[in-house]
């Protein structure tokens, strides 16, 4: 079905892996079509309850873009290229199931922002983070200032984005860029070990969980208001009618988001 990327559902769980090892897994037109149709089936698909987004090798998580693309855009074009990243990285931030990035490695530009629209980010002790655009004469285009700033401030986006510079994994997770740092061989399995808590949980939920802290982000929405509607509404949920009778049971809940 995919070219750029493979999909293998593990469990309640996609891992979505992006597969040009030779090009470092760089993003191109057609990585970016195909990991809007995977994102797309983790919607729709009644039997996935999380994702994982990962590269495929030892290498790269995505090393960047595909600057080969980039040469013959016109100033509208360019418009248009970033408007469809915004649109594909802002459903993966948006989606109602974790969508969580496994950083393999180098997590450079288009990477980088990739990994930031994911719900967050575990690394392995190799992996690298940058926004190198300014390099190139441009700047991020997918959602990279904007992210980038929620995630580590001000002074340091600007830092990071202005100088091109790359932070190691270890300083990533002093920035708060990502919340785990482990060896190679235990990043699949460490961020599969939080997904599977985080699928015990009522998905409708986890749902509301995801709305309201973006919500937080969100400067046309005021995150008080949008978290006391969205806490009303999980009172006409069964999944609160069986987390309540479990807890006075001291039982296990069994969720079935409805």
Request: aromatic share 6%; charged share 20%.
């Given at each position: 079905?995919y070219e750029?990327?493979?999909?293998?559902l593990s469990g309640?769980?996609?891992v979505i892996?992006?597969?040009r090892?030779?090009?470092?897994?760089?993003l191109?037109?057609?990585v970016?079509?195909?990991l809007?149709l995977?994102i797309?089936e983790v919607y729709?698909?009644?039997?996935i309850?999380?994702?994982?987004?990962t590269?495929?090798?030892?290498?790269?998580?995505?090393?960047?873009a595909?600057?080969?693309?980039?040469?013959?855009?016109s100033t509208?074009q360019?418009?248009?290229?970033?408007k469809?990243?915004?649109?594909?990285f802002q459903?993966i931030?948006d989606?109602?199931?974790?969508i969580v990035?496994?950083?393999?490695?180098?997590a450079l530009g288009?990477?980088?922002?990739l990994?930031?629209a994911?719900?967050?980010r575990?690394?392995?002790?190799?992996?690298?983070?940058?926004?190198?655009?300014v390099?190139l004469?441009?700047i991020?285009?997918?959602?990279?200032?904007q992210?980038?700033?929620?995630?580590?401030?001000?002074?340091?986006?600007?830092?990071?984005i202005?100088t091109g510079?790359?932070?190691?994994a270890?300083?990533a997770?002093?920035?708060?860029?990502?919340?785990h740092?482990?060896?190679?061989e235990e990043l699949?399995?460490?961020?599969?070990a939080?997904l599977q808590?985080i699928?015990?949980?009522a998905?409708?939920a986890i749902?509301?969980?995801?709305?309201c802290v973006?919500?937080?982000?969100?400067?046309?929405?005021?995150?008080?208001?949008?978290?006391?509607?969205e806490?009303?509404?999980?009172?006409?949920?069964?999944?609160?009618?069986?987390g309540?009778a479990?807890?006075?049971?001291?039982?296990?809940?069994?969720?079935?988001?409805?």
């Amino acid at each position: 079905m995919y070219e750029t990327i493979k999909t293998e559902l593990s469990g309640n769980t996609l891992v979505i892996s992006i597969n040009r090892p030779d090009k470092m897994n760089a993003l191109n037109q057609q990585v970016m079509q195909e990991l809007a149709l995977a994102i797309d089936e983790v919607y729709t698909n009644k039997n996935i309850k999380s994702a994982i987004i990962t590269g495929t090798g030892p290498k790269a998580f995505v090393a960047g873009a595909d600057i080969a693309e980039f040469l013959s855009l016109s100033t509208e074009q360019g418009v248009e290229l970033a408007k469809r990243g915004h649109v594909i990285f802002q459903r993966i931030e948006d989606s109602p199931k974790p969508i969580v990035a496994a950083v393999n490695g180098f997590a450079l530009g288009g990477g980088c922002e990739l990994a930031m629209a994911c719900h967050f980010r575990i690394a392995a002790e190799n992996a690298k983070f940058g926004q190198p655009e300014v390099n190139l004469g441009i700047i991020p285009g997918y959602g990279g200032t904007q992210r980038l700033t929620q995630l580590v401030g001000k002074g340091k986006a600007l830092e990071l984005i202005m100088t091109g510079d790359m932070v190691t994994a270890q300083e990533a997770l002093s920035l708060g860029l990502v919340n785990h740092v482990v060896p190679a061989e235990e990043l699949i399995a460490k961020t599969t070990a939080i997904l599977q808590k985080i699928e015990a949980k009522a998905p409708l939920a986890i749902a509301r969980v995801v709305k309201c802290v973006n919500g937080a982000m969100d400067k046309d929405v005021d995150g008080f208001d949008l978290e006391i509607v969205e806490f009303g509404s999980c009172f006409s949920t069964k999944d609160l009618q069986e987390g309540a009778a479990a807890f006075i049971e001291k039982r296990a809940p069994n969720f079935k988001g409805e």
